[in-house]
Nanobody, 123 residues
Framework: VQLQASGGGLVQTGGSLRLSCAAS????????IGWFRQAPGKEREGVSC????????YYSDSVKGRFTISSDNAKNTLYLQMNSLKPEDTAVYYC?????????????????WGQGTLVTVSS
């Protein structure tokens, strides 16, 4: 199982970025997959997740209305469209996938994780 995140970069406040997470080694059909982020000196937090089987999505309050999670199941790729970016969105963003049956909205800490991609929002 591999998860490869990309799409991070430097953007000004109010700008947009789209993150991608290319997955391999498993099928997207029945997983819970999502995006997490960790800012310097802060704990990792769940940003947005999706249960592929039924399309249920989760967004943290801090990104609701600005970020959109989506997936291309044929390409085994997860996306995060980030609009109206704020300096507080600056963090390393990770994608994670949980292949087990879980009842939480987002993958567990012991799920599969990809490497991070850095998003920096300048003020």
């Amino acid at each position: 199982v591999q998860l490869q995140a990309s799409g991070g970069g430097l953007v000004q406040t109010g700008g947009s970025l789209r993150l991608s997470c290319a997955a391999s080694g498993f099928s997207f059909d029945d997983v819970t997959i999502g995006w997490f982020r960790q800012a310097p000196g802060k704990e990792r937090e769940g940003v947005s997740c999706i249960t592929i089987s039924d399309g249920t999505t989760y967004y943290s309050d801090s990104v609701k209305g600005r970020f959109t999670i989506s997936s291309d199941n044929a390409k085994n790729t997860l996306y995060l469209q980030m609009n109206s970016l704020k300096p507080e969105d600056t963090a390393v963003y990770y994608c994670a996938a949980d292949l087990r049956y879980i009842t939480t909205m987002c993958p567990h800490a012991d799920a599969y994780w990809g490497q991070g991609t850095l998003v920096t929002v300048s003020s």
